[in-house]
């Protein structure tokens, strides 16, 4: 008997009408697949997922946890119904988050021709390109968003370094509010000039996506056959360049095709873990499959994000074996925004666009995130601070938090632990967000597992997470980044094939 775990819409990948969508677990093969059939051009399968298992317990994780968190645009411009979704798009009000992300497509220069490239860049024949003006325009419409309007402010193309005055434009997202910066790169004006990364450096850039699709002994044939050219050379000199001027918060993005480059998921983590002083994560992304093809080829190609975790496992000798759907984090992001003063930020997507997970590093050596510290007891704590916060409520001392009133001591913050004791329920705002930081900092500390005086002199990592927590600016996560811990994150773009109108709300 088929188990259908759920119903959507999708389109039919020939005439693009939107038609009923069936999510359910194949008896044949145990595997997650996309059902739906158009009356003009008939029934349409696709791969959603090789581990059934995993598929449903993401989808009830987060609500477990109870980490989802609201964030509907409320100061929306709707447009009239005319085709419905996914077609009259925008943040119209049938969307279910505000946009977190702003991206915006720069310029359609591209100083590559990737057989891949889903931007279709140059192939216009002629050159689209935002007016500084015009860019500007468009950050000022996401800087109005309500009632949260977008943190990161993440440009691209085309290649957005072709752009005149992208210098001008990163300056600009700063000055206009967004807390963070990022910029989606093939990096090779990068590694052609190094003052250029240095001006970058100094407009204050937060991130830089770099594209990185191969780092083995073959790559010099994978990169031509995914880029149209050998960059093997060129990805080394931008990583030399900005390690050299001190640009870090690099973040390798890697095009995933089945056969393609699947192999190099294992020398990509590695290359990563060595360089880990500026390379602060990965995010792979499966490439999404375009044009007329018949069943037995999508089922074939199809590259899904529960393939990557199989090969993730695989490469680690199964010591990373936990991966999370984004909304897990969806309050404790909102609560360290809130801690930082900036705009609310809640991860609020759909549990089937990707998923993320920290990887730990100690002696040159893949280390599980859940050996080092109780995850789910971490992330229900920080949602329950959050919904205190959200009611302002005053907590009052527990056994447990007294108990630790040695530890802090020894820890050398016994300043904080007493201010955190003897809280009085008339304070400031200020002094109420200053009293929550301690409160939520100090009661994180049981959920670090083993952890010791030594293990703070010499583990990097555990240094910044204590500075962390003794001091929680969301601007300081970065550091932890690059100091035995990487970020390792996969989003999975929809096509004509797998596109399900649940995950565009």
């Known amino acids: 008997m088929v188990k259908i775990l759920r119903k959507t819409t999708s389109i039919c990948p020939e005439c693009m009408e939107p038609i009923p969508a069936e999510i359910y677990i194949d008896s044949e093969t145990n595997w997650v697949l996309m059902r739906k059939t158009c009356p003009k051009h008939g029934e349409f399968k696709d791969k959603i997922s090789i581990d059934p298992e995993y598929y449903q317990w993401k989808n009830q994780e987060a609500i477990n946890l109870d980490s989802p968190f609201s964030t509907t645009p409320e100061n929306i411009l709707k447009i009239p119904t005319q085709h419905g979704c996914p077609y009259d798009c925008g943040l119209c009000d049938k969307h279910l988050s505000a946009a977190n992300l702003m991206i915006i497509d720069i310029t359609n220069r591209c100083n590559l021709n990737c057989p891949i490239c889903f931007a279709n860049s140059n192939a216009a024949g002629h050159i689209v390109e935002y007016s500084y003006e015009e860019v500007v325009q468009i950050m000022e419409h996401f800087i109005k968003q309500r009632p949260y309007h977008a943190v990161i402010a993440q440009f691209s193309g085309g290649e957005p370094t072709l752009h005149p005055r992208i210098l001008d434009i990163l300056k600009k997202a700063k000055e206009l509010g967004f807390p963070h910066t990022m910029l989606n790169t093939n990096g090779?004006?990068?590694?052609?000039?190094?003052?250029?990364?240095?001006?970058?450096?100094?407009?204050?850039?937060?991130?830089?996506?770099?594209?990185?699709?191969?780092?083995?002994?073959?790559?010099?044939?994978?990169?031509?056959?995914?880029?149209?050219?050998?960059?093997?050379?060129?990805?080394?000199?931008?990583?030399?360049?900005?390690?050299?001027?001190?640009?870090?918060?690099?973040?390798l993005v890697s095009t995933i095709a089945k056969g393609v480059n699947d192999h190099e998921i294992g020398p990509i983590l590695e290359y990563a873990k060595k360089n880990n002083d500026i390379i602060g994560g990965l995010v792979f992304q499966p490439v999404s499959l375009c044009g007329r093809i018949t069943l037995e080829d999508l089922m074939n190609m199809r590259y899904t994000a529960s393939d990557l975790i199989q090969e993730i496992k695989t490469v680690t000798n199964q010591k990373i074996t936990k991966f999370y759907p984004l909304t897990t984090s969806s309050k404790l992001t909102q609560l360290l925004v809130w801690f930082s003063d900036l705009p609310g930020w809640s991860i609020s997507a759909h549990d089937d666009c990707g998923w993320a997970t920290f990887m730990p590093i100690q002696k040159g050596e893949w280390v599980a995130m859940e050996d080092l510290i109780n995850v789910e007891g971490f992330i229900s704590w920080a949602n329950q601070c959050w919904d205190m916060v959200l009611k302002r409520e005053v907590p009052k001392p527990s056994k447990w938090l007294l108990s630790l009133k040695s530890f802090a001591y020894t820890l050398g913050i016994e300043r904080a632990f007493d201010v955190l004791v003897n809280f009085s329920d008339e304070m400031t705002d200020i002094a109420y967000r200053n009293f929550m930081k301690l409160y939520w900092g100090i009661g994180s500390l049981?959920?670090?597992?083993?952890?010791?005086?030594?293990?703070?002199?010499?583990?990097?990592?555990?240094?910044?997470?204590?500075?962390?927590?003794?001091?929680?600016?969301?601007?300081?996560?970065?550091q932890m980044l690059q100091h035995g811990l990487l970020f390792v994150g996969c989003m999975h773009f929809q096509d004509a094939y797998d596109l399900d109108v649940e995950r565009v709300r």
């Open 188 to 251: 090779i004006r990068m590694a052609r000039s190094k003052d250029f990364c240095r001006q970058l450096k100094e407009v204050g850039l937060g991130a830089i996506y770099l594209s990185w699709d191969a780092s083995s002994e073959s790559s010099h044939g994978i990169y031509e056959k995914i880029r149209g050219k050998d960059l093997t050379n060129i990805k080394q000199q931008v990583i030399d360049n900005c390690r050299e001027v001190g640009l870090d918060g690099i973040f």
């Open 446 to 478: 049981k959920y670090l597992k083993n952890f010791n005086i030594s293990q703070i002199l010499n583990d990097p990592m555990y240094r910044f997470i204590l500075n962390f927590l003794n001091d929680i600016r969301i601007e300081k996560s970065k």
